[in-house]
């Protein structure tokens, strides 16, 4: 019996009717495509409306298959899944075209846009009546969530879940949790204390019965997928054994090797060989910086052993890995700092008092190198005047190109911090101030007021090079203020360059590991920008805070929640389905070759020796084909994407070559 | 190591030292120039205020001269290199122009390809081309002690970004520290040196000038070394000048940046130009090289 297939062209508004004729379409695909039973066009067709239209069809006119012409499926393949099911149709008898991605937005002329249109859904139809019913197949969800990264979103998704009673494991990369903000004095808007803030935080999910901290480790291998996945966890040799320490701090007190901490002090304190990155760190047991270590490094010294009562220093421990069933996985990685060498112009690395955001920070702290004594680099000079830079590595088509949406926040604190601890005159060059969340106006108010100035213009260089009185010995600040409309030097003590939130240097190499994938810039790409930001277009896989784009902490606080929340859903429910698109080895043809083995990437094939054959463990199938290609004898099919299908999808869309030529368009293929 | 030369018209004069010293160093790093016959000036930067067409064509017709078995062109002039350049890449991006070019270079038998050359400044092909290890194979003589200061001025560097960093310029000082120069870290190493202004504004351009010397002097500099004939004149020949406008007394040498690679080299003086520049280099290179 021949198929009866409904052919629904969507305008998606102006979308696509702004630049394919969808009447014209539809009218021409139910007159000349074979086995169209059905075709319509409609302004939305993901519309209730829409759907309701396509279900009546189905129920009034008997249609077996379904073709939506519309936008991207990783948009709405579900909505209209979801349509033919309740009207009693397989969900897998329907086929989305796209003719918004792959058409109307990329074309430049009707007429042509016109026709691809119709190619595309000659395809489809040809495709669509060669599909096979498939039921989708459902896996239990583990409760227990991978996080990675200990930052202040990861901390967040981390309480939630475990404060909601599901199993949490975070992994840290550091020897402590807390990620940037640990290193901060106080934070915008309010000034509140970064740490009397975090550290309630960090002991917490340290102290959390639902929660296992791997610190000082590293996620090293993702397979499964949604539900049940499987993680590799390599946690790094501390060289003190975690089970004896007590964090009395004796050992790093007498280590007697002293070394430039490059990491939490960013290069202004020292920290011994063996070491906590800050007194609250979390856990709060020091780590042996092998490379920097007397005794690594020539044989002599052990001394920390020595004054450890417990016994907890081991030199010869070694990495560990920890294998783990998880159901889902939160990345929160976060941002690291541009590096402002790359503006040499700016003099940092050069000029000893310019200094970037990050020393800063430490500067001010209570808790850092001066005490928090606003200093000039030779540690004692208080500055008269400094000069912050603005978007340093930020909205330059050299660098990058995004503004990274914390750093006028944070000059206007650096600013306020200037003021009230030195009353030396500040100087903040802007390109546009970007102040657009809740009280972030009123605290620039609140600085203008306070004195701060401000001068719009990219600067241009700063150098020492004094070229008139008053110039002398200082760092001056050559710019263009574009109110004034005329170049302007500004002779300073101390500057401050407000270095741009970069993505992790790693970012798609972890990203990759987990399957999801970064943007141009490197900042991972969520499932929608809109409606959907913190989930990727991997299922089980989630992101949250400054790894998926620079933001403040109440944003990152906000996606470590929703994350959790998204999660928590998935796990309340209990089970997930996931896509019966697999393959599936006929066993009769198989010679037990083996070669589809190893060349699966999720390691879903299985050797069964007694029947000398291999077969595909479903629940880890990706449906990527590798193997489908590989098998010499051919005998592996993947669902949904056989031979037959794409080959009559080819057909399809060649219906005009066939028209032109006169004869079967296999044959031209 | 093969390009073809094109020397520009102040190599002749006003720059003979630099035009013997880059002969000599090329000699002795085995660098094969092979001079364009009949070229012509390049119309330095006025030209193309006056009229864009014919000052391109001018400047094409030298591209145009570069034997087909060659493909890369270098000049040691900083505004002839970037004439060249410029013109290359104008004909690239807009073929209207040429097009029109092609029929003016047609007129004297000639045609050129955009892309078909690559310009160099001499430099990069120094410092890049040749590079490190040969050059310091190569140093007989290293310049300890001498502190130098590389000054690369506007041309080679902006508006192309590709010979070096163009805010920050460093090859020169790499070139300098491999021959054992002590490299003076200034800030104005790509500042303006006033180019032409002299000749219509001399208190603009004593400006700028001076604020070269000043920082060359606050940085204790021995010599400036120089890539450009317009560079080295206006801080050398009108230094006297700048310090009567000033009242300053700079007493700084401006050399060019192959004379003091040939010094290295182990090229004999009378070979490299030496003395032909008006604040004389001679006592503080004997004092300072002698010692070692
Ligand atoms: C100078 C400056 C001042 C700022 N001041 C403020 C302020 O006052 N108020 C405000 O709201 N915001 C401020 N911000 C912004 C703030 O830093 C960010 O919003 C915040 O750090 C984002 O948190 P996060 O958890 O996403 O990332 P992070 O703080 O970067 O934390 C990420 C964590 O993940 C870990 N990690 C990274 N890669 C891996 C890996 N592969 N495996 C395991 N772990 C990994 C890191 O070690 C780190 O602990 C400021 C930013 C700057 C630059
Ligand atoms: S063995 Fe290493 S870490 Fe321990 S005290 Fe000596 S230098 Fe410090
Ligand atoms: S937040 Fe402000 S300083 Fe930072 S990049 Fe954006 S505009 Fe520039």
Request: with cysteine; net charge negative.
């Amino acid at each position: 019996m021949a198929e009866r297939v409904g052919v629904y062209v969507c305008h998606c508004g102006s979308n696509i009717a702004g630049m394919v004729d969808c009447e014209a379409v539809a009218r021409w695909a139910k007159e000349n495509v074979s086995d169209v039973a059905v075709s319509r066009d409609y302004k939305f067709m993901c519309s209730s409306l829409g759907q309701a239209m396509i279900e009546e069809d189905i129920r009034k006119e008997g249609l077996t298959r379904v073709v939506v012409a519309a936008c991207s499926p990783h948009l709405h393949e579900k909505t209209f899944r979801r349509a033919c099911s309740n009207a009693g149709l397989n969900p897998y008898l329907m086929q989305m075209c796209n003719i918004r991605e792959h058409v109307s937005w990329v074309a430049q002329e009707r007429d042509p846009a016109t026709e691809k249109a119709k190619s595309l859904i000659s395809a489809a139809v040809a495709r669509v009546k060669r599909q096979e019913p498939l039921e989708p197949m459902k896996v239990g969800v583990n409760p227990r969530t991978l996080v990675v990264g200990g930052g202040i979103a990861g901390l967040q998704a981390t309480l939630e879940l475990a404060d909601a009673g599901y199993p949490v494991v975070l992994v840290e990369r550091s020897p402590s949790i807390g990620g940037h903000m640990a290193q901060f004095d106080k934070t915008f808007p309010t000034l509140d204390c970064s740490a009397c803030i975090l550290t309630p935080k960090m002991s917490e999910a340290y102290q959390h019965e639902n929660v296992t901290l791997y610190s000082y480790a590293e996620l090293e291998e993702v397979s499964g997928s949604v539900g049940a996945f499987k993680v590799r966890i390599r946690k790094r040799a501390r060289s003190v054994r975690e089970d004896l320490c007590t964090g009395c701090g004796a050992c790093i007190e007498k280590c007697p090797r002293k070394v430039v901490d490059n990491d939490f002090e960013v290069g202004l304190g020292y920290r011994k060989a063996i070491y906590m990155p800050f007194p609250q760190a979390v856990p709060k047991i020091p780590v042996i910086d092998r490379e920097n270590c007397t005794w690594f490094q020539r044989g002599k010294c052990r001394v920390c052993e020595k004054m450890c009562q417990p016994g907890a220093i081991d030199y010869d421990q070694q990495d560990e890995i920890i294998e783990l069933d998880v159901g889902n996985i939160i990345l929160a990685t976060g941002w690291k700092l541009f590096d402002c060498r790359k503006i040499p112009q700016y003099g940092y690395g050069r000029l000893a008092n310019v200094f970037t955001n990050m020393e800063f920070e430490r500067l001010c702290n209570a808790a850092g190198p001066t005490s928090g004594k606003i200093v000039l680099r030779d540690g004692k000079t208080e500055p008269r005047s400094v000069a912050i830079v603005h978007c340093v590595g930020s909205r330059d088509k050299n660098h990058n190109e995004h503004c990274s949406a914390v750093c006028c926040m944070a000059a206007l604190k650096f600013g306020h911090l200037v003021l009230e601890k030195t009353g030396a005159e500040v100087y903040s060059f802007y390109i546009d101030m970007r102040t657009n969340q809740k009280m972030y106006e009123e605290f620039y108010c609140r600085l203008l007021e306070e004195g701060m100035h401000f001068i719009r213009g990219r600067v241009a260089e700063i150098t020492d090079a004094a070229r008139m009185p008053g110039e002398e010995g200082k760092l001056i600040i050559q710019c263009e203020d574009t109110l004034l409309g005329r170049q302007r030097r500004i002779p300073v003590d101390m500057v401050i360059l407000m270095g741009a939130l970069e993505p992790q240097a790693d970012a798609k190499e972890l990203g990759l590991k987990c399957g999801i994938s970064c943007s141009m810039a490197g900042w991972y790409t969520e499932r929608h920008p809109k409606l959907d930001p913190v989930a990727t277009m991997t299922d089980g896989v989630f992101v949250a805070g400054a790894c998926q784009g620079a933001k403040d902490i109440p944003a990152a606080v906000a996606q470590g929640a929703a994350a959790a929340a998204r999660v928590m859903g998935m796990i309340t429910k209990g089970t997930v389905e996931i896509e019966p698109v697999v393959a599936s080895i006929d066993e009769e043809g198989c010679s037990g070759c083996r070669i589809c083995n190893n060349m699966c990437p999720y390691n879903a094939i299985e050797y069964d020796a007694g029947r000398n054959v291999s077969r595909v463990i479903t629940a880890l199938c990706k449906g990527c084909g590798t193997c489908v290609a590989a098998c010499p004898a051919g005998v592996i099919t993947g669902s949904h994407f056989n031979n037959e299908q794409i080959g009559a999808e080819i057909e399809g869309i060649l219906w005009d070559a066939r028209a032109a030529a006169g004869r079967g368009a296999a044959a031209a293929v | 190591m093969k390009y073809a030369f094109y020397p520009g018209c102040s190599l002749e004069v006003n720059a003979a030292a630099y035009d013997v010293s880059v002969r000599a160093v090329a000699r002795v790093l085995g660098v094969e120039l092979v001079e364009l016959d009949d070229w012509n000036c390049c119309g330095a930067t006025e030209y193309f205020s006056q009229d864009e067409l014919t000052a391109c064509a001018v400047i094409a017709r030298n591209l145009a001269l570069v034997e087909p078995s060659m493909n890369q062109l270098t000049a040691p002039c900083a505004a002839c290199f970037l004439n060249l350049k410029k013109v290359d890449r104008l004909m690239a991006e807009h073929p209207d122009l040429g097009g029109k070019i092609n029929e003016a270079l047609a007129a004297g038998g000639l045609h050129y390809d955009p892309g078909r050359v690559r310009v160099r400044h001499l430099l990069e092909v120094i410092h890049t081309d040749v590079g490190e290890e040969a050059i310091k194979a190569k140093v007989v003589r290293p310049l300890t002690g001498l502190r130098v200061a590389p000054y690369y001025g506007c041309q080679v560097v902006r508006p192309y970004k590709d010979v070096d960093d163009p805010e920050y310029p460093v090859k020169m000082d790499e070139l300098f520290r491999w021959l054992g120069a002590e490299v003076v870290d200034y800030p104005v190493k790509s500042h303006c040196c006033g180019g032409h202004m002299t000749q219509i504004s001399e208190p603009e351009a004593f400006e700028l000038i001076r604020r070269l010397l000043q920082s060359a002097l606050e940085y204790d500099t021995d010599v400036i070394a120089c890539l450009c004939p317009m560079c080295q004149l206006n801080m050398d020949a009108y230094q006297s000048r700048v310090n009567g406008m000033f009242n300053t007394s700079f007493h700084i040498p401006v050399l060019y940046f192959t004379q003091l690679l040939g010094l290295a080299l182990g090229v004999p003086e009378k070979d490299l130009g030496f003395g032909k520049e008006i604040v004389s280099a001679g006592p503080v290179i004997h004092a300072k090289l002698a010692a070692c």
